[in-house]
């Protein structure tokens, strides 16, 4: 005799079972659906560790050679004489500049400074502001 040959007679009893067994499929398919977010959350995990790892890598080769950098010039500065040693200060100092997009206004004391930017002469360094 086999599974398939019992007869459940009590309606009741085989309405139990089939809800049983609904409850256990939606169980199963649960503990499925856990399962990939705990591997979707570990795959991610390792994903965020490894770029973590790359990045700090990087960083270190990017800082090593700028000590290098900076160690090979101070070298090469020190037995420099006083005016290359002027000029490299002045090329490091226009570099930083142009790089940071700022704006340099000479003058020949604080006050002429503040004529330029607060009276009619700095109106025209300044290119004109168009309205739209």
């Not at 020190?78 to 005016?83: E, N, Q």
Request: without cysteine; negative net charge; hydrophobic residues 50%.
């Amino acid at each position: 005799m086999s599974i398939e040959d019992v007869v459940i007679v009590n309606q009741e009893l085989a309405t139990a079972m089939a809800s049983a067994a609904v409850a256990n499929s939606n169980l199963e398919k649960a503990t499925i659906e856990a399962e990939i977010v705990q591997v979707t959350a570990n795959a991610d995990a390792k994903v965020a560790l490894i770029a973590a790892q790359g990045q700090g890598k990087a960083m270190a080769v990017t800082a090593k050679a700028d000590a290098e950098r900076i160690n090979i010039l101070n070298d090469a500065l020190a037995s420099a004489s006083p005016v290359v040693q002027q000029l490299e200060h002045i090329r490091a100092s226009a570099g930083a500049l142009s790089q940071g997009g700022s704006t340099v206004m000479l003058a020949q004391d604080s006050l002429a400074l503040t004529t330029l930017l607060g009276g009619a002469q700095g109106s025209r360094l300044a290119p004109p502001v168009v309205k739209q």
